[in-house]
């Protein structure tokens, strides 16, 4: 059975359940190489948080433990060892003081781009077996998925 022919049968929950079970299938896969890789120097959990602080530069340590999914004291755990690397820079907030700023520093986003690299470099391994539709296939619905949860996102908010 085609692509096409397939998709013409799939619904919307068809397509929710192949979601769910790809992209853990992927981040494990991901997590798995990055611990294999060792060379980066960084946890996942530190490379969440740098990738995250470069997407929002200034968040606040709720906001990093919210994106982890982890309790503050657990998300302070992982700043304070960044810190002490030099990779992430904590500061006061100006005007509330119980409130920390993050930042990446120099050498935060040369190990997160160094990180980012590698895997970018060990996912094009997996995709070299596959043809030029293929790698396109995957590449149009990787795309599209990321627009309906951007979209998702930027609705939940502005609400």
Do not use: W
Request: charged fraction near 30%.
């Amino acid at each position: 059975m085609s692509l096409k022919q397939t998709s013409q049968k799939t619904t919307s929950k068809d397509c929710a359940a192949k979601v769910m079970e790809t992209i853990p299938l992927v981040m494990r896969a991901i997590r798995a190489d990055m611990r294999a890789i060792g060379s980066t120097t960084l946890s996942v959990p530190q490379f969440r948080t740098l990738a995250f602080l470069d997407r929002n530069p200034g968040a606040s340590l709720s906001d990093l433990a919210e994106h982890l999914g982890v309790t503050r004291a657990t998300a302070s755990a992982t700043i304070e060892r960044l810190v002490q690397r030099n990779y992430v820079h904590r500061n006061d907030h100006p005007q509330e003081r119980r409130r920390i700023v993050l930042k990446l520093t120099e050498d935060g986003l040369h190990h997160l781009e160094q990180a980012r690299k590698q895997t970018r470099d060990r996912i094009a391994d997996l995709f070299t077996h596959l043809t030029q539709e293929q790698i396109l296939q995957i590449e149009e619905g990787l795309i599209l998925l990321k627009q309906v949860f951007e979209q998702t996102v930027e609705q939940k908010e502005n609400e």
